[in-house]
């Protein structure tokens, strides 16, 4: 064999796991779509750095730098600069008891481990969780909503048809103000039961609030959907991106607080802020055994985060430059004031200019889900035969210079289909008729022209004409 083999073959040689990791994806091409000059960026990206907030956090960052350097050194503790995680659990329990009444009391020491940003952090844990066990033989597989976060996919180690279990949520529609909500309900816990049945599954992974559609799964039901899974001793992965204590994107009227049991491992990310630019990230689990063989990961890939990023942040944590509330508008500081502003107004003229200029819109033919946390609008679409939203991102991309994402994104994996009739909607047209549009663009008239050619591009294919 080994003097047959063609040298050229044998240096593209991947593990399948490196096989599912570089090949073009949504990500990859998305991130590339972003920096592209010149085009309505209605895709994604780092919103403090489109706002005068950039300025300031860079500032502090500078200061805690001269004031820090010479305390941090780039062997230290596997869990964490120690005032670092100090400070986030005393911001930690402080949020928690705010929001909730209840004490956390998480113990800096045992119950949080820094990580290099959240997508990093998470490619660690469902690797380790997830996969094939060479003791038993047998592939552990991972269970997850659909839709589900952009980048999940690719970090399953033998591809997502064969790992992540998929259960495709329904939509309940209201006609009569254009919207719909993604909710689990009976069927949806029924589905979950039963997938978590499954002797392979070994985690469930969702993303909260419910990215990409930046609604809110009610406490209720992420209560009982962790009870569901620590009955059956599955571990329950809680992606909180762009929940408290930070970014805290949350709306005032919904609440949204990480459920704390003995199978729940809370994930964080401070990248939101980008502070000196890096992205850093949190594992948060009150359980300590599983937090001390989660240390060793990190120990064993040479995982630990930069000392300096983690500087920069507690700095800014203790002076209360991050957000410190929960849109309280006589505490916000200036820069939660300026980020929430930003974002506010962009998520208006999304919803204003859909109303106002979009025809399909007014006819029903798109329908918007309200974010209640997050910075994005998720849209479902009625399309003429033949034309999908990946129809409409590569259309808008290459006539209007407008970045959208297509549901196809956040739409993958295999579903787990026991009982066809409890599956919530058909994952083959979820993806095409739904698409995603970011808030941040720099400026207003550039978010408005940018949602307008949407609109516009809709319209044409539904042949409307102006
Ligand atoms: C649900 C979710 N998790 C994680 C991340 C990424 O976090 P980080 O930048 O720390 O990798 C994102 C980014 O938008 C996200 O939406």
Redesign the pocket.
Known sequence: MATSMNPEERLNRFSTFGEVLSQESWTTRLLDDFVMSDVYNLG?GQVPRLTKVDELIKWAEIRSLLEETGKVHAYGKIRGWPPYLEAYARRYNEWYRKETGGNLELDPKKHIIVVP??????LFLVQSFCGLDEKSGVKYKCVGLIPN???IERQFPSGPEKTFIAIYQKMKINENNGTFKFEPDQDTLETLENALNIPEVNAYYG?RPN??DGSIISQEVLEKMVKLAEKKGVKFIQ?C??AGPDPNYVYDDVKCVPVFSDNSII?H????YGEAGD???EWVSKNEKLMKRLERVVANTIFHTQQSSQAYTQRLMEQQVLFTTLMEKDALTEIDKTYREFLKRNIRTILDTFRKECVSYKENKVLVCKPQG?FYVFCHVDLPEGITSQTLYRDLKNKKRTIIVPGDAFVFGKPYNPNPEVLGYDPLTLGAKTFRLSAVERTEERMRQGVLNVCEQIDHYNGIHR
């Open positions: 994604g940003s959240l997508s990093a952090g998470n976060y952009v980048g993303p990215n990409p992606d991106a762009y994930e990310t401070h990248s939101k992205r850093l990230g997050a």
